[in-house]
């Protein structure tokens, strides 16, 4: 027998066609043709599972991918103009905006060739989103948090950049390791505070990033496309396809 989630994706798939003719047959024929007999026939057929589901799950990205867009589009000024962003490159023609956390395993996986990327490409306008959402043991974002804060406060005296990667470079960040960033790029950790613009900053970036479909970390945006996870490959290819629509 097969899945209750896959009787339902392969009877969309497949339905209207024997639908289609039951109907070019005679009324009593009709009538012998219901739910119950397709999911009989499926179940008798089980080869036909893989391919409908998988045109099911097909579709299923396809409108998502289109949701997204949508959704990106419709927001375009507060993901790539916010002006309490840190954002490298600020000449760039090709805006790479990502949302991430300081002690996402992934983010930082993808901090070299993020580096390089920005170094070696001065027309990717990087802009950076704060997005601490990773609990520690109690439940509570209790690290991340204190890490985009002290990340924020010291974006105002002009080591952002600095500060963030040593951050992210930390193999395992605690608050020892958020005041030892901040002191090795000669920021007194006791000083170096966030404020009350800080909270409500991070607060719009969680909300932007719940908007548009944005779950996890690192989670990438160029143009209309999301790029979720550490897929250098598939970021690359968005960058590619957005410079290419810059010179049409």
Do not use: W
């Not at 790539?80 to 490298?88: K, N």
């Not at 023609?93 to 490409?121: G, H, M, W």
């Not at 974006?155 to 605690?174: E, F, I, N, P, W």
């Amino acid at each position: 027998m097969i899945s209750r989630v896959l009787r339902a994706a392969v009877l969309a798939a497949i339905a209207p066609a024997i639908l289609f003719t039951a109907a070019c047959s005679r009324p009593a024929d009709q009538a012998r043709v219901s739910r119950d007999q397709v999911l009989a026939y499926l179940d008798n057929h089980p080869e036909l599972i893989n391919e409908a589901s998988q045109r099911y799950e097909l579709k299923r990205r396809k409108e998502l991918l289109a949701e997204s867009a949508k959704a990106i589009a419709l927001r375009r000024a507060a993901l790539e103009h916010d002006p309490r962003d840190f954002v490298a490159n600020p000449d760039g023609k090709v805006t790479v905006v990502e949302f991430f956390d300081y002690r996402c395993p992934y983010c930082k996986a993808a901090l070299p060739a993020l580096q390089s990327l920005i170094l070696q490409n001065r027309d990717i306008r990087f802009v950076f989103k704060e997005l601490p959402i990773l609990p520690d043991g109690d439940g509570k974002v209790g690290v991340s948090l204190r890490a985009s804060e002290a990340a924020l406060a010291a974006k105002r005296a002009g080591k952002y950049q600095s500060v963030h990667d040593a951050m992210m470079a930390a193999r395992a960040l605690d608050d020892a390791g958020i005041a030892q960033a901040l002191k090795d790029n000669g920021l007194d950790p006791a000083t170096t505070v966030a404020d009350a613009a800080d909270a409500r900053h991070i607060k719009d970036v969680r909300d932007l990033a719940l908007a548009i479909g944005a779950n996890g970390t690192p989670t990438f945006v160029v143009g209309d496309t999301m790029v979720a996870g550490n897929s250098m490959d598939q970021l690359a290819l968005a960058i590619q396809q957005a410079r290419q629509q810059t010179k049409g």
